[in-house]
């Protein structure tokens, strides 16, 4: 599965690190859910980068790659 994370997140002009602060999830799981190397993230971190993002969890799955 792929993820629009990065993309997302750019969006809201924010790093990882800015995004890992609002979200309680740590930088190094938000980089390696943007570089594919976590391919599927629990439903609760998700839950908290959609949260911090102001987006849903559908919206930071890339549907194309699915």
Do not use: H, W, Y
């Not at 993309?7 to 002009?13: H, K």
């Amino acid at each position: 599965m792929k993820f629009r994370l990065e993309e997302i997140r750019n969006r809201r002009m924010m790093n990882q690190r800015q995004l890992s602060d609002a979200s309680g999830v740590p930088q190094p799981m938000i980089s390696q859910i943007e570089t594919g190397d976590v391919k599927n993230p629990t439903v609760g971190t998700m839950r908290k980068l959609a949260i911090a993002l102001k987006c849903t969890i559908d919206d930071l799955i890339d549907e194309k790659e699915g």
